[in-house]
C-alpha cells in the first residue's frame, strides 16, 4: 500500500493506493501513479 497524506489551502487531501506491483513503493508512485495523474492534468486543460 502506498499513502500521501496531503494538506492544501482547500484542506486535507488524503490519498491511498493498494496494489499487487512487487517493488520500490517511492519508485511506483513516482513513475506511474504520478504520471497518471499528470496525463489526467493535461486533459482536464
Partial sequence: MIAKAEHTDKG???RF?????VGDAQKIY???YCARE????RVKE
Fill in 17 to 21: 493506493i493498494v496494489i499487487n506491483v
Fill in 30 to 32: 513516482d513513475q506511474r
Fill in 12 to 14: 486535507a487531501n488524503p
Fill in 38 to 41: 499528470e496525463m489526467e492534468n
